[in-house]
């Protein structure tokens, strides 16, 4: 069974800190989606990537994916109170199964 | 609007009455996929289906049932509910799943209590 290893899984900073959310695997994927979750809402895609060494960029935040493609990063510059809220990795299973392996989530608390 | 609709949205039972919850969605999308989300473990899928007649096992499928009769309903069943299924259920579509980095759409989630 695929795992994704997520952390930290709780994390509370002030307005303007910056941070780094990881998720790591012993096994590669296909692909990592990056999901942001609000309470009483389902997960909202923030971000997909597909190639090893690949970096995208969304406003403030950088998602990374490793070049052996079994691990990513989330860095948020200057967060915000609007950032709040639980963010999960998901690794697509590789051989196009229909499987995607969700990390155990990172709850962000922004205070202002 | 484009949705994915569950139903109910909250739901208390007892021990061993079956129950089924609604996952419809309106985007003509082929697949879909039923989650469930507990505390400190993520989201861990349960069944998924990439498209009409084909179901295939997640992670978890012990005790539940899902059909695909229809290219937009996706039934999660529960035949027998036990307290260890307690949890909040999620359904999601994407309009296909070749190189699984297609987009998911999440309904809003259904939260079940079986007591």
């Known amino acids: 069974t695929q795992l994704l290893e997520q952390s930290p899984q709780f994390l509370s900073i002030q307005e303007g800190e910056n941070l780094t959310v990881y998720c790591n695997s012993s096994s590669v994927f296909s692909s990592l989606q990056w999901y942001r979750q609000e309470p009483g809402e389902g997960p909202v895609l923030l971000v997909t990537?597909?190639?090893?060494?690949e970096v995208k960029k969304l406003k403030r935040l950088t998602f990374q994916f490793g070049d052996a493609r079994k691990d990513s990063s989330l860095h948020i510059t200057a967060a915000q109170p609007g950032d709040t809220g639980l963010y999960l990795c998901a690794g697509g299973v590789s051989g196009n199964t229909g499987k995607l392996i969700f990390g155990q989530g990172t709850t962000l608390q922004v205070k202002p | 609007e484009a949705q994915v609709t569950q139903n109910p949205r909250y739901l208390i039972t007892v021990t061993g009455k079956k129950l089924t919850v609604t996952c419809s969605q309106n985007m003509n999308h082929e697949y879909m996929s039923w989650y469930r989300q507990d505390p400190g473990l993520g989201l861990r899928q349960i069944y998924y289906s990439m498209n009409v007649e084909v179901t295939d096992k997640g992670d978890v499928p012990e005790g539940y049932k899902v059909s695909r009769k229809e290219k937009r309903n996706f039934p999660l069943i529960l035949e027998s509910p036990s307290p260890n299924q307690t949890s909040l259920y999620f359904c999601?579509?994407?309009?296909?799943?070749?190189?699984?980095?297609?987009?998911?759409?999440f309904g809003s989630g259904t939260q079940l209590s079986v007591l």
């Open positions: 999601a579509s994407s309009f296909s799943w070749r190189g699984s980095n297609e987009k998911l759409f």
């Open positions: 990537v597909v190639t090893g060494g």
